[in-house]
């Protein structure tokens, strides 16, 4: 009898201190995240799509701006296509990942954001132009951002791409290239 309580004793504390030394949160094992909590790569969670489906459900930000540069890509005369022209909130990866396959692409801020590796994950990429206004509007809590002009991986056509002035909220179309201009770059 005594035997059969230590037992039990043994697992309902063994159970207790399970529970008390959990992570907040990981993406991908069966726990959740708040806007606001730092993720697994040590960024802010900022969107919270409400599900798992397509492999993921949160986006988190660096919590300081990965660099600057005047280039978008070192490619700035020829479109990447419609597979770096997506606009919507999941976009950002697929058009960093188009970004960086040019034929000749050797630099851009995309390749800054894929190259981060905060929390030591190597998934990080360039923001989408929705992506990037989800993080504009919770830029209080994500913090440090410039009130200056950051890079998204939306291409509009061959000559330009969006990109969102953080201290006043709005999009631009910007030229892939202006040389002694610097653009911020915010890997999420």
Known sequence: MKKRLLIITIAVITIILSITILPSGIYSDGLTYSIGDIGPGGGIVFYDKGNDDGGWRYLEAATSDTGGTGYWSNIIDIAVGPAAQGTAIGTG???????IAQTGHTASAAKMCKDYHGGDL???????????AEMWSQRSIIGNFRNDYYWSSSERDFQYVTARQFGAGFTS????????????????
């Open 93 to 99: 990866k697929t058009n960093t990942e188009a970004i």
């Open 122 to 132: 190597t998934d990080w990429f360039l923001p989408s132009r929705d992506e990037q």
């Open 173 to 188: 179309g910007l030229f892939k290239a202006y040389p002694g201009v610097t653009y911020w770059v915010r890997a999420i």
